[in-house]
């Protein structure tokens, strides 16, 4: 991975993502931090796309086969109808990118798990075990909680419409592709 691309991506996050949820400033990453938290081995990569980029782990989970788990999904628009838009056809791309069977995402933003196209009974049945089987560090130590919801200590200002998820909590989901 070129330093070109993460220095474009560090911007692009620090730009779009959000604003932490008590400070109100935004949140940023260094390239070498994205590099270091979301390239972190041989299985991950970055999708990038002209309205936003994902980080990505692959892993092979039997019997669901190979899944595609999204570490960071950043839509270049603040408008939150065009971030549905733009994150399900960068979902998309990547799906078929990746060759996958499965997306798996955390996130707090309510377009992110629609761009997935969360499965209900998909992430009931998996959700804890491919938590614990991802590999991805940020994730190593969290709990499947109620409502497909992880406490992952991210405490980032959300949407006016994400009412129902506690403060430092993300929703889990996981779709077929």
């Known amino acids: 991975m070129d330093d070109k691309a993460l220095i474009t991506c560090a911007t692009m996050f620090s730009t779009y993502y959000g604003t932490w949820q008590h400070s109100g400033k935004p949140v940023t990453l260094s390239p070498a931090r994205l590099r270091r938290d979301f390239l972190f081995d041989d299985s991950c990569g970055l999708l990038m796309h002209e309205h936003g980029h994902a980080f990505y782990k692959l892993f092979d989970y039997e019997p669901l086969g190979k ?14 109808k065009e971030k549905v838009i733009y994150a399900k056809n960068l979902i998309s791309k990547l799906s078929s990118f990746c060759k996958c069977n499965n997306v798996a ?73």
Not at 67 to 80: A, F, G, S
Not at 139 to 158: G, S, Y
């Open 67 to 80: 899944i595609c788990w999204v570490t960071q999904l950043v839509c270049y628009t603040k408008d939150e």
């Open 105 to 177: 995402i955390v996130s707090s933003y309510p377009y992110a798990i629609n761009a997935v196209g969360y499965d209900p009974n998909l992430t009931t049945t998996w959700a804890s075990a491919l938590l614990k089987a991802c590999g991805i560090p940020y994730l190593q130590d969290v709990q499947l909680e109620p409502n497909h919801q992880v406490n992952t200590k991210f405490f980032i200002q959300r949407p006016d419409s994400v009412t129902d998820l506690p403060d430092g909590y993300e929703y889990i989901a996981l779709n077929k592709v």
